[in-house]
């Protein structure tokens, strides 16, 4: 069974930093692409970074530079580092598992404040 588990969100002020985390349990982590979604209120989810098993990274043009995907194939774990954080970082954060369909964590709240 498939289960992703994120921590780390939470609310920072403007130009602060979260470190958002996800555990993974049920697959063979180190073959799998991890990304991290988010939602914002009335938004659709979008795409935030991606990492693949062998840690290729992709990022949405509005955190390149900001945010850091990163993966430790050891613990099964992919993590997600902000900084620099603006109030429109403001959403539900969703990691993403890529294997027969997508699975996906319950999310977690990164409330920025201006």
């Known amino acids: 069974q498939v289960q992703l588990v994120e921590s780390g969100g939470g609310l920072v002020q403007a130009g602060g930093s979260l470190r958002l985390s996800c555990a993974a349990s049920?697959?063979?982590?180190?073959?799998?692409?991890m990304r991290w979604y988010r939602q914002a209120p009335g938004k659709q989810r979008e795409l935030v970074a991606g990492?693949?098993?062998?840690?290729?990274?992709n990022y949405a043009d509005s955190v390149k530079g900001r945010f850091t995907i990163s993966r430790d194939n050891a613990k099964s774990t992919v993590a997600l580092q902000m900084n620099s954080l603006k109030p429109e970082d403001t959403a539900v954060y969703y990691c993403?598992?890529?294997?027969?369909?997508?699975?996906w964590g319950q999310g977690t709240q990164v409330t920025v404040s201006s």
């Open positions: 993403n598992a890529v294997l027969e369909r997508d699975y």
């Open positions: 049920g697959i063979i982590f180190s073959a799998i692409r």
């Open positions: 990492i693949t098993g062998g840690g290729t990274t």
